[in-house]
């Protein structure tokens, strides 16, 4: 738990822009003569991706995959080069989710950041300041990489919430969903059973004579029972229609409550099967029960739809505005940023 709270902390800002951003990335054609400054690894427009935040997130990835005990990627592997060029398209979807923000007038103040961390202390924490230093230590964050990397996690949900406020979901859409999709809302016929599973004929009719002869089912089902997930529990499971393979499924819905079957086959084996209560019959859930969740489901999806195209076009936006330092260019047909190569000092 820690150890991923090292990486929430340190990164969750960049991974939630990320997530927020999808696939993708900004670069083009900007102008060959711009200059990177040397303490930058791109520029986006005039603003500087800045080299130390870029050090910054190498040394908090080393620590994380120390903390889980893994070797960090050798410098001109494939996969460092993966974990390079992930760096570099998250720090500009920063830089350019910044920049949007101030377009549209949102801003994240000391105050809100401090509530977010707050959160997370008690969260992970329980308050205890002594043991969140010391986790942040471990993972080589300090209280300011924290704090901007929490100010970002904001600017990107007010991006989120003001592009998306005037989403909504009709009436229409959630009525036709329910009834496109009234299986979800249906609890299929089902009753408890019991059954006991071996894997040849003559052991299960051993085991149907014995409880002919008053054994105890349950207690047979966890001494015999190859399916030991529910023999533990004496055989039981619920028997749900459409769920079960057919010989067992028509045995187990056609037996009296109480009665116990005469062995019989599937492809797992032989099962003899105890019939614990009545069929309870199919249910489907009203609408007017699951409308509110339903009409939650789809406005979700629809903020998201409306997110996604938005950063699609802003990050088209930025296409022609990044120049890359030398040794920070992406790769030929990567997926990954392009744009003009700074040539240096």
């Known amino acids: 738990m820690r150890s991923r709270l090292a990486a929430v902390l340190a990164l969750g800002a960049v991974v939630a822009l990320a997530a927020a951003c999808g696939g993708g990335g900004s670069g083009g054609d900007a102008k060959a003569q711009t ?11 005039d603003t500087p991706v800045l080299r130390a935040d870029f050090d910054r997130f190498f040394s908090q990835a080393e620590a994380a995959y120390k903390a889980q005990e893994r070797e960090f990627p050798k410098v001109g592997t494939p996969e460092y080069e993966q974990l390079k060029g992930e760096a570099i398209d998250l720090l500009l979807k920063r830089v350019e989710f910044a920049q949007e923000a101030e377009l549209l007038g949102i801003t994240v103040t000391d105050e809100e950041v401090q509530k977010r961390l707050d959160e997370l202390k008690d969260q992970f924490f329980q308050g205890d300041e002594t043991a969140y230093q010391e986790e942040l230590k471990k993972a080589g964050v300090t209280e300011a990489d924290v704090r901007a990397n929490l100010e970002a996690d904001l600017v990107s949900q007010k991006i989120f919430d003001e592009v998306t406020k005037t989403v909504t979901v009709t009436d229409e859409a959630v009525q036709k969903y329910y009834d496109d999709n009234k299986g979800q809302f249906t609890t299929a016929e089902n009753r408890e059973v019991a059954h006991i599973l071996v894997e040849t004929k003559v052991k299960a009719d051993a ?3 014995q409880l002919q002869d008053g054994a105890d089912f349950a207690k047979l089902a966890k001494k015999e029972s190859t399916d030991t997930a529910s023999g533990k529990d004496g055989g039981k499971l619920t028997a749900r229609k459409g769920e079960l393979v057919a010989p067992f499924e028509n045995v187990a819905f056609e037996l009296k ?3 116990i079957s005469q062995p019989v086959e599937t492809q797992f084996g032989w099962h003899v099967i105890k019939a614990l209560s009545d069929t309870k ?5 009203p609408f007017a029960d699951v409308k509110d969740s339903i009409r939650e489901q789809l406005l979700q999806e629809a903020k998201s739809k409306v997110m996604t195209d938005w950063v699609t ?32 000092p």
């Open 281 to 285: 019959p199919e249910v489907v859930t």
């Open 207 to 209: 085991i149907y004579q």
């Open 35 to 45: 200059e990177v400054p040397e303490n930058a690894i791109a520029l986006v427009g």
């Open 313 to 344: 076009q802003a990050r088209a936006k930025y296409a022609g505005q990044v120049v890359y330092a030398v040794g920070f260019e992406p790769p030929a047909g990567s997926t990954t940023p392009t744009g003009t190569t700074d040539t240096g």
């Open 257 to 259: 409550t109480g009665e």
